[in-house]
Nanobody, 125 residues
Framework: VQLQASGGGLVQTGGSLRLSCAAS????????MGWFRQAPGKEREFVAA????????STADSVKGRFTISRDNAKNTAYLQMNSLKPEDTAVYYC???????????????????WGQGTQVTVSS
């Protein structure tokens, strides 16, 4: 499977961005999707995940109420809407696909086998 993340950029504190993750090469609608981020000098961390059918989502406490994950299975694309951005949200954002179909949402980095190339999000103060 190939994942292509896009939509990152430079934004001021309080601004918004929408990340997209386009998937190809497998049955997108069968697999959970996740967003993770990695800031300089820090480990990659969970941001949000969505179930294969979009019926369930999970969001990290640090972004709850500000970030929303969604997906459009007809377009083989997952999204991360980021509002009220803060400087501490600055990181490279990665989308990932869970390798096991029809599973409950998982939030651990090491269970995701397929990763996009990352897109940089920078929030200026």
């Amino acid at each position: 499977v190939q994942l292509q993340a896009s939509g990152g950029g430079l934004v001021q504190t309080g601004g918004s961005l929408r990340l997209s993750c386009a998937a190809s090469g497998r049955t997108f609608s069968s697999y959970n999707m996740g967003w993770f981020r990695q800031a300089p000098g820090k480990e990659r961390e969970f941001v949000a995940a969505i179930s294969w059918n979009g019926g369930s989502t999970s969001t990290a406490d640090s972004v709850k109420g500000r970030f929303t994950i969604s997906r459009d299975n007809a377009k083989n694309t997952a999204y991360l809407q980021m509002n009220s951005l803060k400087p501490e949200d600055t990181a490279v954002y990665y989308c990932a696909a869970d390798p096991i179909p029809y599973l409950s949402i998982r939030d651990k980095v090491n269970v995701y086998d397929y990763w996009g190339q990352g897109t940089q999000v920078t929030v200026s103060s």
